[in-house]
């Protein structure tokens, strides 16, 4: 992605880092990598002697930011808050049974989430199963193996892919992908893999597999820029090494880089998870909204976003409400939990500010 | 030493397969651009950039009102959300010598991984429920939350890659500290914090998750922020789910438009940075 490109202020192990216009010696450079600015204690002595007038911008300026820092963590602590806070009636009224409860039943008040959670984990694991070989082979394809140009090309064409609303590609499946899968590809996985009892029923083109594979298109551009970086963040030394020992590329590719680094990838994999957990639009219109379990990926399901997307606006009746909010605080739990997961494997690979996410 | 063939057939079969993925990345992106300007194109006249919708049955109409109302929600969202991320980045790369600068870092990067779907549930029960209706108003808060992490950090990361002998020279020349942070620093790193703002808008500018029960859409003219108001995602949205074709029609147009607003962003974003952002002074 874009920031991938911005050069750090640790120094890169595989592109020199810029050079600095004047060159400084080791001391400063130390103290340039350092967060804040060193201000010597002599210069903070001068800077106090100043009278009130000048220094009270100063101060107001500083509140200003940290009013703005505030504000953020703020922000986090209203959101979740009103979550716990809206969802309490139906905390209370169903507790842990909420969670297996398979019945979703307005009329009569009978709220279930176990069909919305299956949902939601089939349709991100089959999306990850879809991404990730395709995001790694295409990081693989872009670090190590493509010419300089394409190599341009590739990676703003992945940038791009990123950048398309949620909505177009629901857009998409429906009048697009799901006819495609309906028409051939459906009918082609039910002769060849109808055994396995994933692959049978009707064909309606839109349901579990449909959500899965639009899932997987829009997650590939975060698992592949992740990986991209953690694969640039190899040591050059590293592929050189393997290669002197009479490695081909693709045994280099395998011993000397993606060995080094999978903790990495897996922290980008994970990222990708959490996207397509909390993904809403392009999945409530190609997934069926049907809240079923059903083993087979053509049957229409229900993820946990799209429940909410859809009723949510038209629910009746506070335990209604408070059962949909209820499942979106159980959706941003897991994404919370996921997301510092991936956030702290990839920077135990990148170190830092780096490898931050996207989605 | 020879290699032998089955080192060598391994070592082809996996450039082909990379390159098999590589193309089997690509090919939806260009599916889909294929299909939107071929429907998009056809559908696009005119009326559909000028009018509001006509009723369910009627040919013609457009989407004139929901185009402004994204305009003005995202306006709203820009306006607030792009000052606090700002602030939130220079607080973090300028004064945070501290653990609260760990905590709201960790914090952003929480805000940035909550599903957009949460954030409007939130705004929901927190603005609209409290005003006892629909806005744009409220939208673009919920837009704004969305951009606050972006802005936040792509501002940071800008500021920690300025020079510190630059901040150190206005310093010594007796600029208070703040007018260094805005004018020395911020200044330095513009085209970067341009840079992560702009992304943060094309991020939000296609959001339709956070819109559903905050700006809720509108079949008319509204310019009063603090009412019901259209947006283009969420007009296509609606149009995409309905079972008339002429709808379908006027979804891809609205869905052209709205790509076409974000891919100028992400191409402008893409020449700002391939100019060089930092790279004269640093």
Same mark, same amino acid.
């Given at each position: 992605?874009? +920031? ?23 001391? %400063? ?7 804040? /600015?060193?201000?010597?204690?002599? &210069? ?29 963590? %703020? ?13 309490? &009636? ?5 507790? !842990? ?7 979703? +039943? ?27 070989? &395709? ?28 950048? !398309?609303?949620?909505? !177009?590609?629901?857009?998409?499946? !429906?009048?697009?992908? /799901? ?7 459906? @009918? ?13 029923? @009707? ?17 590939? @551009? ?77 049957? @229409? ?21 408070? %059962? ?17 997961? /991936? ?17 | ?63 004139? $009102? ?5 305009? #003005? ?12 991320? #700002?602030?939130?980045? #220079? ?72 020079? $510190? ?28 914090? #341009? ?26 003219? $509204?310019? $009063? ?58």
């Amino acid at each position: 992605m874009l +920031d991938s490109e911005h050069p750090r202020n640790t120094p890169d192990p595989v592109e020199p880092a810029e050079k600095p216009v004047i060159s400084i010696p080791a001391l %400063a450079q130390a103290a340039a990598q350092r967060k804040t /600015a060193p201000l010597s204690s002599a &210069l903070e002595r001068i800077r106090r002697s100043r009278p009130i007038s000048s220094r009270l911008p100063d101060a107001a300026f500083g509140w200003l930011v940290l009013l703005t820092a505030i504000s953020v963590f %703020a922000i986090v602590v209203l959101v979740v808050w009103q979550l716990f806070d809206k969802s309490r &009636l139906s905390l209370h009224q169903f507790g !842990i049974g909420f969670f297996i409860g398979r019945n979703w +039943d307005p009329v009569n008040g009978d709220f279930g989430a176990l069909p919305f959670i299956y949902g939601t984990l089939v349709s991100s694991f089959l999306a990850l199963l879809i991404a990730v070989p &395709l995001s790694v082979g295409v990081a693989v394809y872009v670090t190590e193996m493509c010419p300089m140009r394409l190599r341009v090309i590739i990676s703003f064409l992945v940038e791009l892919l990123a950048a !398309i609303p949620s909505v !177009i590609y629901g857009l998409w499946g !429906i009048f697009v992908l /799901a006819p495609v899968l309906r028409d051939y590809l459906q @009918p082609f996985l039910a002769k060849t893999l109808g055994w396995t009892g994933f692959f049978t029923g @009707p064909a309606y083109g839109l349901g579990m597999l449909a959500a899965g594979i639009i899932l997987a298109i829009m997650i590939v @551009p975060i698992i592949a820029s992740i990986t991209r970086e953690v694969l640039t963040a190899v040591p050059q030394n590293q592929r050189e090494a393997v290669l002197a020992l009479g490695a081909t590329r693709w045994e280099m590719i395998r011993m000397g880089v993606l060995r080094n680094a999978r903790i990495g990838i897996v922290g980008g994999v994970i990222l990708g998870l959490g996207r397509a957990l909390g993904e809403t639009m392009a999945v409530t219109m190609v997934i069926g909204n049907r809240p079923e379990i059903s083993r087979s990926l053509f049957a @229409p399901g229900y993820t946990m976003a799209s429940v909410i997307a859809n009723e949510f606006s038209e629910a009746t009746g506070d335990l209604y409400l408070s %059962a949909l909010v209820e499942i979106g605080l159980a959706l941003f739990l897991v994404t919370l939990v996921v997301n510092a997961c /991936a956030r702290l494997l990839v920077w135990s690979i990148t170190g830092g500010t780096s490898g931050r996410a996207r989605a | 030493m020879e290699l032998s063939w089955w080192r060598r057939a391994k070592n082809q079969a996996a450039t082909v397969v990379a390159i098999a993925a590589a193309i089997l990345v690509v090919l939806p992106l260009l599916a889909i651009f294929v299909y939107l300007l071929l429907k998009g194109i056809g559908a696009l006249n005119w009326a559909f950039l000028t009018q509001t919708p006509k009723p369910v049955g009627e040919v013609g109409g457009g989407m004139a $009102n929901a185009i402004v109302g994204s305009g #003005i929600i995202l306006l709203i969202a820009s306006l607030v959300g792009i000052p606090i991320g #700002i602030g939130c980045g #220079i607080y973090l790369a300028e004064y945070s010598r501290n653990r609260f600068g760990d905590v709201v870092r960790f914090t952003a990067d929480v805000l940035n991984g909550v599903p957009s779907i949460v954030i409007g549930i939130a705004i929901y029960s927190l603005i609209v429920v409290r005003q006892k209706h629909f806005s744009a108003f409220s939208g673009g808060v919920a837009l704004a939350i969305m951009m606050i992490p972006t802005v936040a950090r792509a501002t940071e990361e800008m500021l920690l890659m300025v020079p $510190n002998n630059i901040r150190e020279a206005a310093l010594g020349l007796g600029i208070p500290k703040w007018r260094t942070a805005l004018s020395i620093s911020l200044r330095t790193a513009s085209a970067g914090v #341009i840079t992560g703002c702009m992304l943060a808008f094309a991020r939000v500018a296609g959001e339709t998750a956070p819109l559903l029960f905050t700006a809720f859409g509108n079949q008319y003219w $509204n310019l $009063n922020p603090s009412q019901p108001t259209a947006a283009l995602p969420l007009q296509i949205y609606v149009y995409a789910i309905s079972p008339f074709d002429e709808w379908h029609r006027q979804a891809w147009a609205g869905s052209l438009i709205l790509i076409i607003m974000i891919v100028a962003a992400v191409a402008a974003v893409r020449i700002a940075t391939t100019r060089g952002t930092l790279k004269g002074v640093s």
